[in-house]
Structures are given as structure tokens and as C-alpha cells.
């Protein structure tokens, strides 16, 4: 155990090391020089607005670390320019429920008052901004050069009910745009009908801009949405084999359980809406087999050992749930595998009586399909999951199977 486990726990604090670095070029605003700092940003692609940033003046320079307080803002150059700028805010950070998996209560209502980073999406006569707090949750805010940010509210919650719980919007928002885009009558009307979503409003204020000024061109600011998110896995797989059928077959027996390490790469594709519950889980993963069996059905086998050390590459394709608030968020898995067999290190049959070996299956199955589910908990960018497996085996006609059961302990970290 200790073999498989330390290895592998060795890789992969070693590569999340190293991968939690995504270091861009940018700019650190600081106000007290009234200049502008350049060099490189390290960019971890966010869930949520960042508290801090590191920042270095040259690639092998010292880092330092900025929060909102310290400087007026930042930018990033990766796949355009990302803006963010400091602003004192107070919004409501309540987790309103919008899930039917939590018990339906009426949470405590939260509100957060305090200097932070806030991604500029519009730059025009209103500039157009959002924040996404600890829980997901995500805002929208308006700004008018020399006033106070104002959020624009909203709110979704699931709300008790006689008959079950039911949803509830409060739209506050809308009336808010339409007051202040009261003066063009077609973007006041198109205010109370638009929906909360970035790309949705950042449509909104670049349409009111340029009928304000058709000649200039309205400055968008990138906004990354659904991101895709890559990183490594890697765990212990304890898996256990057992022949179906084929009695008579002279490679039945009782098969070892053993231990084989999984690792490997992830993709995680998220798909739309803010707080991204659902998406495409994709990983393209090593394993090995081990197993042996003593041939001690029959008296003319006694002595004979049959034993399998397999090496595989999986593609697994998986759904993906993940509750959407909170610090500690729960996830669900449920997939298909499909396993190359890449090295036979051990295909034997040891023969007792004449001392010989030979191939154990003549015509081993390469290919090996598999269902896959499991749980997990996420933190961050770091996730640990437990996994269930079951799979075809490598026998070669449906006559004789021996699916391998596996129970997984997996670690991963988004890079």
C-alpha cells in the first residue's frame, strides 16, 4: 500500500506545486505613486473574485502580494485584457437557496461591507462591473465616473411553502436600468425585460452607449466565461476480480485482490449559466492490474498459478454535479470508461507438473469498457473524491468473465 500511496501523494504535491503558478503579464495600479507597476500576475482563472494577487516585477522576481486595499486596481493580458478595479462595496452575500437538494428555510440575511476586487466589463457613460462572492453567488454592479458603485439587485431563492417549496425572484434590477436609461424609450424597455446575465447586460449598456455616441466605439473588457478548467488526479484503486461462468474453463479459480495506482489528467467543461451546477468531466488516466489465482479446482491443476499484471490508458466521460454554494462543495459523478490495454507485463500460466509457463489467455481482450460514479467534496481548486467502478475485464469470450470491481480514493487540483 505504502508503495503505491507515497509515489503517487509525492506527484501529485509536487505538480500542484508547480501548476498553481499561471503567471501573465499585467499591470498593478498603486495609488499612492500615481503610476503603474508592470511585470506578471498569476492568473488562477478564479470561481471567485480574488482577495489578493501575487504579483512579480520579472519572471524570476520576488512576488508580492496586493489586496484591494493596497492598490486601485490591476490588469491581466490572457486572451485579451481582464480589468479589475478596487471599490468599497456593500452588497448582500446571502446563499439563498435555489436548490431543491438543501432543506427549504429562510436564510440569515449576510451583507458584506469592505474594499474588493470587482471585474470591469464595460468601460462607457456607465461602466458595467461584476462580483462573484464566497458562496457563487453571482452580482452585477453600475458605476458613474466620480459616484458610488450600485449594485444591481436581484435575487432567486427556493421560498417554504404550504404545498412544497417554490421559487421566488425579486427583479429589483430592472426598474433600476430602466430609470437609468430613462432617457433612450427603446433601452428603457429593453432594461425591464433583460436578464441577469453577463452577456445579456454588457449588450444592454454597449447599446445605450453607442446611441449615445454612435462615432466612438464602447470599450468590453473580457469576461472568461465558462472557463474550462484542466488539473491532475491521483489516487489509490482497490480492486478485486472474480470469474463469471465458464466452471470448466482450466483458468478458473479464486483471483487476489490488490492495490494499483489511478493518475492522470482531468477536463472539466462546464456548461452555461453563472453558477455552472452541471458540466462535461472528462479524464484521460493510468491504471494497472494485479492479480493471481492458484488453478486448485481440479487435482490434475494443483500447483498451477495463473497470474495477470495489466497496464491500461482510460478515457472516462462523465456527467457532473456540483452544488454551487459555499466554501465546501459537493459533486457527482456518473460515467462511461473506455481502457486501452497498453503493456502486458504478466500474462502466465505456471504448469506444477511440467514446469513450464505459458500465455494464460491466447487472445487477451485489448479493449475494456467500464461504468463509472462517484462523490465528492470541492475546495477551492482542490477536490477528493470517492469512486466506484466496474468493468468488462480482459477475458476474451463472453463465456468466461472476469469484471474487476474497483473502489477508488482519488485527490485532483485544477492547474
Same mark, same amino acid.
Given at each position: 500500500?505504502?508503495?503505491?500511496?507515497?509515489?503517487?501523494?509525492?506527484?501529485?504535491?509536487?505538480?500542484?506545486?508547480?501548476?498553481?503558478?499561471?503567471?501573465?503579464?499585467?499591470?498593478?495600479?498603486?495609488?499612492?505613486?500615481?503610476?503603474?507597476?508592470?511585470?506578471?500576475?498569476?492568473?488562477?482563472?478564479?470561481?471567485?473574485?480574488?482577495?489578493?494577487?501575487?504579483?512579480?516585477?520579472?519572471?524570476?522576481?520576488?512576488?508580492?502580494?496586493?489586496?484591494?486595499?493596497?492598490?486601485?486596481?490591476?490588469?491581466? &493580458?490572457?486572451?485579451? #485584457?481582464?480589468?479589475? @478595479?478596487?471599490?468599497?462595496?456593500?452588497?448582500? $452575500?446571502?446563499?439563498? +437557496? *435555489?436548490?431543491?437538494?438543501?432543506?427549504?428555510?429562510?436564510?440569515?440575511?449576510?451583507?458584506?461591507?469592505?474594499?474588493?476586487?470587482?471585474?470591469?466589463?464595460?468601460?462607457?457613460?456607465?461602466?458595467?462591473?461584476?462580483?462573484?462572492?464566497?458562496?457563487?453567488?453571482?452580482?452585477?454592479?453600475?458605476?458613474?465616473?466620480?459616484?458610488?458603485?450600485?449594485?444591481?439587485?436581484?435575487?432567486?431563492?427556493?421560498?417554504?411553502?404550504?404545498?412544497?417549496?417554490?421559487?421566488?425572484?425579486?427583479?429589483?434590477?430592472?426598474?433600476?436600468?430602466?430609470?437609468?436609461?430613462?432617457?433612450?424609450?427603446?433601452?428603457?424597455?429593453?432594461?425591464?425585460?433583460?436578464?441577469?446575465?453577463?452577456?445579456?447586460?454588457?449588450?444592454?449598456?454597449?447599446?445605450?452607449?453607442?446611441? &449615445?455616441?454612435?462615432? #466612438?466605439?464602447?470599450? @468590453?473588457?473580457?469576461?472568461?466565461?465558462?472557463? $474550462?478548467?484542466?488539473? +491532475? *488526479?491521483?489516487?489509490?484503486?482497490?480492486?478485486?476480480?472474480?470469474?463469471?461462468?465458464?466452471?470448466?474453463?482450466?483458468?478458473?479459480?479464486?483471483?487476489?485482490?490488490?492495490?494499483?495506482?489511478?493518475?492522470?489528467?482531468?477536463?472539466?467543461?462546464?456548461?452555461?449559466?453563472?453558477?455552472?451546477?452541471?458540466?462535461?468531466?472528462?479524464?484521460?488516466?493510468?491504471?494497472?492490474?494485479?492479480?493471481?489465482?492458484?488453478?486448485?479446482?481440479?487435482?490434475?491443476?494443483?500447483?498451477?498459478?495463473?497470474?495477470?499484471?495489466?497496464?491500461?490508458?482510460?478515457?472516462?466521460?462523465?456527467?457532473?454535479?456540483?452544488?454551487?454554494?459555499?466554501?465546501?462543495?459537493?459533486?457527482?459523478?456518473?460515467?462511461?470508461?473506455?481502457?486501452?490495454?497498453?503493456?502486458?507485463?504478466?500474462?502466465?500460466?505456471?504448469?506444477?507438473?511440467?514446469?513450464?509457463?505459458?500465455?494464460?489467455?491466447?487472445?487477451?481482450?485489448?479493449?475494456?469498457?467500464?461504468?463509472?460514479?462517484?462523490?465528492?467534496?470541492?475546495?477551492?481548486?482542490?477536490?477528493?473524491?470517492?469512486?466506484?467502478?466496474?468493468?468488462?475485464?480482459?477475458?476474451?469470450?463472453?463465456?468466461?468473465?472476469?469484471?474487476?470491481?474497483?473502489?477508488?480514493?482519488?485527490?485532483?487540483?485544477?492547474?
Amino acid at each position: 500500500m505504502k508503495k503505491v500511496l507515497l509515489p503517487l501523494m509525492g506527484c501529485l504535491v509536487a505538480m500542484a506545486t508547480y501548476g498553481q503558478q499561471n503567471y501573465v503579464p499585467g499591470t498593478v495600479a498603486i495609488p499612492q505613486q500615481d503610476d503603474s507597476l508592470r511585470g506578471f500576475i498569476d492568473f488562477k482563472n478564479w470561481t471567485s473574485s480574488p482577495g489578493e494577487i501575487h504579483f512579480k516585477s520579472t519572471q524570476n522576481g520576488t512576488v508580492t502580494k496586493y489586496t484591494p486595499d493596497q492598490i486601485s486596481g490591476f490588469t491581466m &493580458q490572457s486572451n485579451g #485584457e481582464i480589468i479589475y @478595479v478596487s471599490k468599497h462595496l456593500l452588497l448582500d $452575500v446571502t446563499p439563498y +437557496i *435555489v436548490s431543491t437538494t438543501q432543506r427549504v428555510t429562510q436564510p440569515e440575511t449576510e451583507l458584506m461591507d469592505s474594499t474588493v476586487f470587482i471585474q470591469q466589463l464595460v468601460v462607457g457613460d456607465y461602466n458595467l462591473y461584476t462580483y462573484t462572492d464566497k458562496y457563487q453567488r453571482v452580482h452585477f454592479m453600475y458605476g458613474v465616473p466620480g459616484q458610488e458603485i450600485q449594485e444591481l439587485k436581484y435575487i432567486k431563492t427556493l421560498v417554504p411553502a404550504p404545498e412544497g417549496s417554490k421559487l421566488y425572484e425579486k427583479r429589483e434590477y430592472q426598474e433600476q436600468l430602466s430609470t437609468l436609461f430613462k432617457d433612450d424609450s427603446k433601452i428603457a424597455r429593453q432594461a425591464r425585460n433583460v436578464e441577469y446575465r453577463d452577456d445579456k447586460l454588457i449588450a444592454l449598456f454597449v447599446a445605450y452607449h453607442q446611441k &449615445q455616441h454612435p462615432d #466612438e466605439k464602447v470599450a @468590453v473588457k473580457q469576461n472568461k466565461k465558462n472557463p $474550462v478548467y484542466w488539473g +491532475i *488526479v491521483a489516487g489509490p484503486s482497490f480492486n478485486s476480480f472474480k470469474m463469471k461462468n465458464g466452471e470448466d474453463y482450466n483458468r478458473h479459480g479464486d483471483y487476489s485482490s490488490s492495490v494499483g495506482p489511478v493518475a492522470g489528467l482531468f477536463l472539466d467543461i462546464p456548461f452555461g449559466g453563472a453558477t455552472r451546477k452541471f458540466s462535461l468531466y472528462n479524464e484521460l488516466i493510468f491504471k494497472s492490474y494485479s492479480t493471481d489465482a492458484k488453478m486448485d479446482m481440479s487435482r490434475l491443476l494443483e500447483g498451477d498459478v495463473t497470474t495477470f499484471k495489466l497496464n491500461y490508458v482510460q478515457i472516462n466521460i462523465m456527467a457532473q454535479y456540483i452544488y454551487p454554494r459555499g466554501l465546501v462543495r459537493p459533486f457527482v459523478h456518473i460515467g462511461v470508461g473506455n481502457a486501452l490495454l497498453i503493456n502486458e507485463k504478466k500474462n502466465d500460466y505456471y504448469d506444477a507438473s511440467r514446469d513450464e509457463h505459458s500465455d494464460a489467455v491466447s487472445d487477451i481482450r485489448k479493449l475494456e469498457q467500464s461504468l463509472v460514479g462517484g462523490v465528492g467534496v470541492k475546495v477551492s481548486r482542490f477536490q477528493l473524491e470517492v469512486r466506484g467502478a466496474t468493468t468488462t475485464g480482459w477475458m476474451p469470450t463472453a463465456m468466461v468473465s472476469m469484471p474487476v470491481n474497483s473502489l477508488q480514493i482519488i485527490a485532483g487540483v485544477r492547474l
